[in-house]
């Protein structure tokens, strides 16, 4: 008994025997009223991890299958001219790439997201606060970062409607351009002096696309009032027949060139309209030949195109018989203010005997 009251009197004097047995009990007692806590706790964050990347990997997988499932699908156009322009193979890949990496990152997102939530609570943390602070935050940005919420929400349904992609000619109403980027936030025009327009999604309220469909070719042809129309047409449509049989033409041009009829009709001109279907963004080329072609013809066929005809020398009058008059002159009348002011005074009576 001295021992043990001298050992507990000296604090550093080493644990005996007895004090490291009731530790170990005490240890062994705690452990195995936990250990089943514990156990439960883990098994319910593999259970969570486990079912989390079981579910992101079979979304993944669906998402990827309805992409694939896309870009096999194509309309009953496809395989024509039209339709090769209409659903373009490679177009149609990227827009499915592009819509399917968003997918894939959204639901990786809520998955991953939830599956964090459910761990925090199986280890009892209060996740109110956190929640709470999330949502506040959250408002605080989205009030902070609405264009960017808009811009991003925007380029999402540009891709996923396939308004637009690259290598097409749009007319986004704030640029015009060629489109060499298609984004999320900005989409990039190349204009037509070779800038470069960057324009926001969310800013775009309108879109024409011009290489989309099939684009149109309008001329019109003024020619003198008493030319004979069926002259003038027989020609545009031997013009127009002759423009479709020759290379790279037939190509360009996707309908016969049809001769409108009479567009106006002037006191000095008519105004007959020819008009053709091309491929989308060779109007203007097909417009140029057109008109190229209208003006040999009708110069070959003896048609006078308005505006060509020289002008009429006036006729010699002869001499202008008033060109040796003199102008009038206020000298002329003695009774106008010049002529008086100009008149000497008279000298009075008295001097004159």
Do not use: C
């Not at 935050?137 to 409607?161: H, K, P, Y």
């Not at 002096?193 to 290489?211: A, M």
């Amino acid at each position: 008994m001295l021992l043990s009251a001298l050992a507990a009197a000296d604090p550093s004097a080493p644990p005996s025997i007895q004090d490291a047995q009731e530790k170990a009990e005490n240890a062994a007692g705690w452990v195995e009223e936990n250990w089943s806590t514990w156990l439960a706790v883990g098994l319910r964050v593999l259970l969570i991890l486990v079912i989390a990347t079981v579910l992101r990997h079979f979304i993944r997988k669906a998402i990827t299958k309805f992409i694939e499932r896309m870009n096999r699908t194509a309309p009953a156009l496809d395989g024509t001219a039209l339709g090769g322009l209409l659903v373009n193979a490679e177009r149609r890949r990227q827009r499915s790439e592009a819509i399917g990496s968003v997918l894939r990152s959204v639901a990786s997102f809520v998955i991953l997201g939830t599956a964090a939530l459910m761990i925090l609570g199986a280890f009892e943390i209060d996740l109110a606060p956190l929640l709470a602070s999330a949502g506040v935050a959250g408002v605080a940005l989205g009030f902070g970062a609405r264009n960017l919420v808009t811009d991003f929400l925007s380029g999402v349904f540009m891709i996923i409607e396939d308004q637009y992609g690259v290598g097409d000619s749009i007319d986004a109403g704030v640029a015009s351009g060629e489109v060499i980027e298609v984004g999320l936030r900005v989409t990039k025009l190349r204009g037509d002096n070779g800038e470069i327009w960057y324009v926001r999604n969310g800013e775009v309220k309108r879109i024409g696309n011009l290489s989309q469909g099939w684009a149109t070719a309008m001329v019109d042809v003024s020619v003198r009032p008493d030319e004979d129309l069926e002259k003038v047409r027989a020609t545009l449509v031997e013009v127009g027949e002759e423009l479709a049989k020759e290379e790279p033409w037939n190509e360009r041009l996707w309908g016969p060139v049809e001769v409108l009829g009479l567009d106006a009709v002037y006191l000095d001109s008519m105004v007959v309209r020819v008009s053709a279907k091309t491929m989308p963004g060779k109007a203007l080329g097909v417009e140029r030949e057109l008109r190229w072609r209208i003006k040999q013809a009708f110069d070959a066929a003896g048609i006078r195109i308005v505006g060509g005809v020289p002008p009429v020398a006036a006729e010699d009058a002869g001499p202008d018989p008033a060109a040796g008059v003199a102008a009038p002159s206020a000298y002329a009348s003695p009774t106008s203010p010049q002529s008086v002011a100009a008149t000497p005074i008279a000298p009075p009576p008295n001097l004159a005997k």
